[in-house]
């Protein structure tokens, strides 16, 4: 009975030292005020032949939309609307995100290509303690081997199946794996969802439909950021 009443006395000045020196347990860590990312393709891979900055990418705060109609940039290309769109109240505490995109096409040299539709990414974080949610969404895709050489005949295009839910991992021959509708939190309650996270079979990583976002708790003091 000692012991356990010596042990619970430890735990609790110990806690009491803690925060009388600002040391916060990881569970317990929070943003200082909301924030959010979202873009719709980012890609650093096969020694820079596949390279795109975050695009178009949107932050808060400020926040607000970013818009880019056609792209040919690297390996990546499209000639559809790509929109990326953040907000916020950071007297509120909240923040959004969200990544769209009609139609993309990656080509990965020597290897092949893969279209993909119906690129969408979304998040949502209400003020913390609250907990953020999201989406990640690809309609379809398929990828196309690169031809071999004569008088081999081209290879068929592959249809990847989609499953629905969080994490899908996939492993397409030749081009390496996809993660559809991946999603992590961090420490903080950031949620990090992308629609499809490519991993080439060198190691190397293209991201479709990337949306970021993380509550704090409400300030009385702060004033209200961009909202859509």
Request: with cysteine; glycine share 12%; hydrophobic share 45%.
């Amino acid at each position: 009975m000692h012991l356990r009443i010596g042990l619970r006395a430890l735990g609790m000045t110990a806690a009491l030292l803690g925060t009388a020196l600002g040391v916060v347990a990881p569970s317990q860590a929070a943003n200082a005020s909301p924030q959010a990312e979202a873009y719709v393709v980012s890609a650093d891979a096969l020694a820079g032949l596949v390279k795109v900055d975050p695009t178009p990418d949107s932050k808060f705060p400020p926040g607000g939309t970013q818009t880019v109609v056609g792209l040919n940039v690297g390996s990546i290309a499209t000639d559809a609307a790509l929109t990326a769109t953040t907000a916020g109240d950071a007297k509120a505490g909240t923040a959004s995100a969200s990544a769209t995109g009609d139609h993309l096409t990656l080509n990965v040299p020597l290897v092949g290509t893969l279209v993909v539709t119906g690129v969408k990414a979304t998040c949502d974080a209400p003020a913390a303690p609250g907990t953020a949610t999201g989406d990640g969404i690809i309609a379809t895709a398929v990828f196309t081997p690169v031809a071999p050489a004569p008088p081999l005949p081209p290879l068929p295009p592959v249809t990847i199946t989609i499953t629905p839910g969080k994490n899908q991992a996939v492993t397409v021959q030749g081009l390496g794996a996809i993660v559809f509708n991946k999603q992590s939190t961090d420490k903080d309650g950031n949620l990090t969802v992308e629609a499809a996270d490519v991993t080439l079979a060198g190691g190397q990583e293209v991201v479709l439909g990337y949306a970021m976002c993380g509550g704090a708790a409400p300030s009385s003091n702060a004033p209200m950021r961009h909202t859509r």
